[in-house]
Structures are given as C-alpha cells and as structure tokens.
C-alpha cells in the first residue's frame, strides 16, 4: 500500500542552515539525548539484562554488562536520531512528536545526521572490541534493519509497518546472549519471538489512540485503515501466539517453575485485557471508553515482570 509523500520540510522543521536565535547549552545538551529516546531504549535494556542472567546461569560478569549496555544504549540511540532525521517531515504535524528537537530547531538536521552515524559507529566498534564481534554486528544489524527497513521502506508504505519493522527490537534479547555465550541457541530465538509478538499488539493500542495524528501524515498504521474490531482481533490474535511462545522455554529445560508461574499470571491477565479490549470495540465502544491505553500501559509491565523472572529463574532451580 503506497501512501501520498508528505513535504519534506513543512512549516516548523529548520532546514540545515538555519538556527533558532537562542540555544541555551543546557537545553542543547537535553536535545541530543532526547534524541536517543531514553524512555524506549529502557525498554530495551529490560529485555538485554536479564538474558544475559539466563545465558550465564547466574551473575553475569558486571563489567560485561556494563558494556552490554552501553554499547546497547549507543547502537539504539544512534537508529532513534537516524530515525528522527528520516521522519522530521511528518513529525512536524503529528501532534505527539511536535516537540522533537529537529521540530523545534533546537538540533539542526545536519547535526542530528553526523549525530546518530557516530553513535552507529562507536557502538559497534565498542561491542566489537569489548563485548564480541557477534553481538558487533547483531546490533549493527538490528540498527540498520530499524532504519532502512522500517523507517525508509516500511513504514510510510504498509499496515504490517510494526509487525516486521519490530524485529529490530527482538535484537537486544540475542545480543543479551551472545554477550555472554558468543553464540546462539533457542533459548534466544524463544524470547526474541515473544517481543517479535508482543510487539504489535504492545504498538497498536497506542496506535488506536493517536490513530488521527497517523492519518493526518499518510502513515498507514493498521488502526488508521481497519475498524477498531479488526484491530482487536490481531491484538487478541497476536496475543495468544506470545504467551503460548513465552511457556516454551521450561519444556525445553531453559527455565523452572518460578519463570513459568509468572509467564502464566502475566500471560493470563494480558489475555485478560485483550479481550476486554476486543469486547469494547466489537461494542461499538468510542472514545475514552474504549481505554484502550489499558493494554498498552499493562504491555509494559507485562515484559518487565516476563524478564525479571528470566533473570531470577536462575537461582531458584
């Protein structure tokens, strides 16, 4: 599905050689980390840690993590900033990203540009040098997958935008673990498929939400062409499929019963949601009633309980 290209520079994004007349150096300095989107990079580290407790069996070396996170932190920061530059044109009219620095000037696109290309560099030459060179070019990889595929390709041009667009937020659960072992197995592969489908229906909720900023800038998210029916549907579909992933690490004898009561209670109260949510919205049910924000605040509780029983699993068999 191709949709109508936006203006490149609408009214509100200035262009590389303009500066805005004031740029306190404080205010600067919050505007390149702004850039990086702290908020959702956290997310990510939640998902790399306790892999790495899991790969090891125990406490990992912490100078190791350390380093697994910052080259983490680096690798995603950089494809946010790249992220940023691609989308500046939209971001200018969607209402929840108006305030991003390259809207408000505040970083120029030329500075936002050489900003993330650094960050790409110098965290792939940190994993490389000091982690190892698999978990080098998984994130190298998952940096260059969320701004090519996702951002350049996808995202502008189709409803399944988030579903393969959101393989480069598995990649920090294999980092997590090839950090410690150099090498893959399925315990990995299992919960980058949990994220692969918590993914959507995590996103689409949101989506559900801002569904007109979306529509406003000819971003195809799958609320903004589909009934809120439908999208329910994949969110309860999408749903079932993840928790089902998430019970078969303790078949597979990677994770005891400590992981697998908290996969279930977790599990069980998002199938919950989802549904209640589903039940909404085949009522015809618009508006603050919908609260579709329900499940998706709850989505982020949910993969952080999900992981801290995958780092504390460990010492309780």
Not at 50 to 76: I, R
Not at 261 to 282: C, F, I, K, M, P
Request: hydrophobic fraction near 50%; charge should be positive; include cysteine.
């Amino acid at each position: 599905m191709c949709v109508t290209a936006v203006e490149s520079r609408p009214p509100g994004v200035l262009g590389s050689d303009e500066r805005p007349t004031h740029r306190p150096f404080g205010a600067r300095v919050k505007a390149f980390v702004a850039l990086t989107k702290p908020r959702i990079i956290e997310l990510l580290l939640i998902t790399t840690v306790p892999v790495m407790f899991l790969a090891q069996q125990g406490v990992p070396d912490l100078k190791l993590v350390l380093l697994t996170c910052l080259g983490g932190y680096l690798s995603a920061g950089g494809a946010n900033a790249l992220n940023m530059y691609i989308d500046r044109d939209i971001d200018a009219l969607m209402d929840r990203t108006s305030q991003r620095p390259l809207v408000t000037g505040m970083v120029s696109p030329r500075e936002c540009l050489a900003f993330g290309i650094t960050l790409a560099v110098v965290s792939t030459l940190l994993f490389g040098l000091t982690v190892n060179w698999l978990s080098a070019w998984l994130s190298l990889g998952a940096l260059l997958f969320y701004v090519v595929v996702y951002t350049m390709i996808l995202k502008r041009r189709t409803a399944q935008n988030i579903v393969w667009g959101g393989i480069a937020g598995c990649m920090p659960v294999l980092i997590g673990w090839t950090a410690v072992k150099d090498s893959l197995t399925w315990a990995p592969v299992i919960l980058f498929l949990v994220i692969f489908f918590w993914t959507p229906p995590h996103y689409w909720p949101l989506s559900m939400k801002v569904k007109d900023d979306y529509a406003r800038v000819g971003v195809p998210m799958l609320p903004v062409i589909a009934s809120n029916k439908v999208v329910a549907k994949q969110i309860v579909l999408y749903s079932w499929v993840m928790v089902a992933v998430s019970l078969l690490l303790t078949p597979l004898g990677y994770t005891g019963w400590f992981y697998t009561a908290v996969a279930l209670a977790s599990g069980g109260w998002w199938l919950w949601e989802a549904h209640a949510l589903q039940n909404r919205a085949t009522a015809e049910v618009t508006g603050a009633k919908l609260k579709e924000m329900r499940l998706f605040h709850w989505s982020i509780t949910y993969v952080s309980l999900l992981f801290v029983a995958v780092a504390v699993d460990p010492f309780l068999r």
